[in-house]
């Protein structure tokens, strides 16, 4: 499996192809603001585009999926609460063939309620909600509580060597693992409910103490 992290602009974001070198399929993940230069080195590398993943229904994950799918006839795959246009809807479970390798839908509400994550091989892409050593923004009830659950009972439960992709440049490396996370994001070692939104409550002085940029 070959995975190639582009920033395409926006706050940082970050788009991905995913590729199956033995069938030379591959997918594109949240092509947003440049889905050309996705595309182009999916081309230059000789891997035909068969899907565009949408992780969640924010504007800045899904600029680029008219784009690409322009480019590329790929259909778009979108969670089935997404209001993003989409040819294909997923939820928690589904599957989809890439050559030799398989895409699952995790889904991962809290960020937004349509956002899920797709693991491939030893490889998930978080979108928004999972980030190196932070996590996606919510309100302080019911969109944390669902985080929270979808980071404890469905990320936290992968493989510790999974690879994590995250949405955004937002940490001090560009991916991590699951265990690096688990054992050294401040909001994954809170001890409750209450403390992950009492951190999300005071994250800005929690940085400013810590010397986290």
């Not at 030379?24 to 230059?44: E, I």
Request: charged share 25%.
């Amino acid at each position: 499996m070959v995975v190639e992290q582009i920033i395409t602009g926006g706050d940082r974001n970050f788009g991905y192809v995913i590729a199956d070198e033995a069938s030379k399929d591959a997918a594109l993940v949240d092509p947003s603001y440049d889905p050309g230069r996705l595309v182009q080195w999916a081309r230059d590398q000789g891997y035909r585009v068969r899907y565009i993943l949408v992780t969640h229904d924010h504007e800045d994950h899904t600029n680029g999926n008219a784009g690409a799918r322009k480019l590329t006839g790929a259909p778009i795959v979108a969670h089935r609460l997404a209001e993003t246009k989409a040819d294909l809807r997923a939820d928690e479970g589904d599957e989809l063939e890439l050559g030799d390798l398989v895409i699952r839908v995790i889904h991962t509400p809290g960020h937004n309620p349509s956002h899920v994550c797709y693991l491939v091989g030893d490889a998930v892409f978080t979108g928004d909600t999972l980030f190196v050593g932070k996590v996606g923004g919510t309100d302080f009830g019911e969109g944390a509580r669902q985080e929270y659950d979808s980071l404890h009972r469905k990320l936290m439960t992968l493989p510790g060597e999974t690879r994590v992709y995250p949405g955004h440049d937002v940490g001090l490396q560009p991916i991590s693992t699951i265990d690096h996370e688990r054992r050294t994001n401040p909001f994954l070692r809170q001890r409750s409910f209450e403390d992950f939104v009492n951190l999300k409550r005071n994250w800005q002085e929690y940085k400013r103490r810590h010397g986290i940029p």
